[in-house]
């Protein structure tokens, strides 16, 4: 999978100055002829919490949770509010301005359609 890569997928990877926890969503990736879909987890995160960045080579998944209420202290917490974020290096057979996102009961789909010169197609023999 050269085209679609994990760049330093850790939440270490964040500038100096950067104070936030991130967790890193769990994601599939597959591909057909035509495009890369990624499918990344992240519960809790609402449609307007979400941002995908494209910049130079780089796409970025950020996820922002929003905390609930809470009414105690906590005495044991495995699912806090931290926000997601993924950052992948993607290759040049990526149409970056035709990537779309949809996000669906906590997974965001994104698909990456393929640029033209790289689809596959067939040949017709001329007589």
């Given at each position: 999978?050269?085209?679609?890569?994990?760049?330093?997928?850790?939440?270490?990877?964040?500038?100096?100055?950067?104070?936030?926890?991130?967790?890193?969503?769990?994601?599939?990736?597959?591909?057909?002829?035509?495009?890369?879909?990624?499918?990344?987890?992240?519960?809790?995160?609402?449609k307007d919490g979400i941002e995908v960045l494209v910049e130079g080579n780089q796409l970025t998944i950020l996820g922002r949770r929003q905390a609930e209420a809470q009414t105690g202290e906590f005495l044991y917490c495995e699912s806090c509010p931290d926000d997601y974020r993924r950052v992948f290096e993607i290759a040049s057979d990526i149409d970056t301005a035709k990537i779309s996102a949809q996000m669906d009961q906590g997974v965001l789909k994104l698909r990456l359609p393929k640029v033209e010169r790289v689809k596959p197609r067939k040949i017709p023999i001329g007589g």
């Open positions: 999978m050269n085209t679609l890569t994990q760049n330093q997928n850790r939440a270490a990877d964040q500038p100096a100055s950067a104070s936030r926890d991130y967790v890193v969503p769990a994601v599939n990736i597959s591909s057909n002829a035509n495009e890369y879909l990624v499918e990344a987890e992240m519960p809790g995160v609402a």
